[in-house]
């Protein structure tokens, strides 16, 4: 039972079958929020919602019996388990909220499609980089929220006038909404002349500079994620092909031996044929 199980859920067939229903059920999920498609196919709707749900709990339950106490440690079975529990709660009153999780269903795409699952994993390997990234980002914020609100907090109170404002004001210079008309021409309408000068320096600070670096590190994590992948890839065909070629040595020196011993045979025959019989 166990090993048909195991056949079943390896099967490439099989997991296409799983992605196919996790499009068609993101597709469902999707039309649940039209009145129009509910008024007229609601009950389809959630009976395909419904199918689906309990095809995913039996393959859940499928790898659980197959993989047993490896399925717990595999993060990624541990995602699919929770996609999917959260659609077995019910959905009452106080908790409405899990109505909407249920589109947490479509992430399990991440899982079933191994180079999403590389760029998600790429991602992850990234966050401590991120993470003094983002540190870094947060001192040049506070920084910069400071110095303005020092230089514009009187003549611009709005925008400038606390060190939060201060702070909202550059998130938004350094989105480029609206910052010129919005951020630097009342600034020059309040005389300041060369404020400009400050929010442009912080915009190339922390946009072209700060923001990429988290690119950077990203495409780094992703470089050396595929680096590791072909790499493990590349390391084990080698081994492979050197037995297959050791058993191929093999056989042709069994038959090598085995010609040699037709060829004396051989030989030996057509010496005893040709040799003149004795008087």
Known sequence: MIDTLRRLIENPRFERFIIALIIINAVTLGLETSPTAMSQF?????????????????????????????????PWSLFDLFVVAIALIPATDSLSVLRALRVLRVLRLITSIPSLRRVVGGLIAAMPG????????????????????????????DQFGSLGASAYTLFQAMTFDDWSNGIVKPLTEKGFTFGWFVIILFMVVSA????????????????????????????????????????VMAELALLRAQLAEQGAATAASSIASTSPPRA
Not at 56 to 74: M, N, P, Q, T
Not at 225 to 243: F, L, N, R, V
């Open 42 to 74: 609601g009950s389809t709707l959630v009976a395909i919602d419904t199918v689906i749900l309990a095809i995913f709990v039996a393959e859940l339950v499928a790898r659980i019996a197959v993989r047993r106490g490896a399925f717990f440690r595999d």
């Open 208 to 247: 072209f500079m700060a923001l990429n670096l988290f690119i950077g590190v990203v495409v780094t994590a992703l470089d050396t994620d595929a680096a590791e992948t072909s790499g493990a890839t590349s390391a084990g065909p080698p081994a492979d092909m050197a037995q297959r070629l050791d058993a």
């Open 130 to 157: 991120m993470g003094s990234i983002g540190l870094l980002l947060g001192i040049i914020f506070y920084v910069f929220a400071v110095v303005v609100t020092k230089l514009y907090g009187e003549a611009l109170p």
